[in-house]
Every structure is written in C-alpha cells, then in structure tokens.
C-alpha cells in the first residue's frame, strides 16, 4: 500500500509511470520495478490465479521509462517498449507473441517494429538458451 502503483495488474499505472516520469525521478522509478517484481512473485507464490504477463508489462515499462530518464537520447516509445518486450520474453518463451501485443499495445509502426523483436529475441536466447546445447533426457 505504500506504493500503490505497484497494485493490480499495472496497466493503469503504467501510463502514470510513461506521462509523470521526470517528477517521479529515476529513483523512485526503479523502486517501483523491484516492488512490482516482489509483489507479483509473492502474488503468483501464494496462489494468486492469473499470470506474470501484465505485471512484468509494467516492470519492462517502469524499467524502459527509467532508461529514458538516465539517457536521454534513447526515445521513450523505443525504451519502453523494447523493455516491455524484453522483461516477459526472458521468462517465457514466447517472444514474438509479447513483441506483438507490445507493438498493439503502444502502437508503434511496423516500420520501426525491428527493435521491439530483437529485444525479445535476444532476452529469450540469454535466458533459454539457442537450444543446440541441450542435452538429450532418457
């Protein structure tokens, strides 16, 4: 309750986050990523019935607003969606389905969709792996 953007599913607060992000700071921006990201582990722990797509929107979103604010010359639209692609994309292995509903959601042109990929692309590998190495189970 002590930082109420951390409740629900974020996509409220998420606008909150990208319209009122230099009054918020940089500081204030990543403490909200880590009590997003401690509130949904805790939630999906204890039972909660839903999944981390939308709450790990908002960290990816917080995150890429946060990146903005600490580099300016990164465009806010490429930050913050290329994060919101990349925070889910490094936990479930659907990159291409999240890279989509991000460029849905924020309405970024195809013609510049080539970034919101690549940011799942690489987030998925990191995470999971090309594959080629796995070792085959009996």
Known sequence: L??????????????IVTEQAVGMGTILLLVLVFAKMLAT?????AGFIGGPIF????????????L?????????????????????????????TLALVVL??????????IPVFLAGLVANFVTHGFGLLAQERD
């Open 55 to 66: 709450p790990l929107f908002f960290v990816g979103g917080a995150a890429g607003t946060a």
């Open 68 to 96: 903005h604010l600490l580099f300016p010359a990164v465009p806010l639209a490429l930050s913050v969606s290329c994060l919101m692609t990349a925070v889910p994309a490094a936990l479930l292995p659907i990159p291409f």
């Open 2 to 15: 002590a930082l109420p953007l951390t409740m629900f599913l974020g996509t409220d607060g998420l606008v």
């Open 41 to 45: 582990a805790g939630a999906l722990s």
């Open 104 to 113: 849905l959601v924020t309405g970024i042109p195809a013609t510049e969709a």
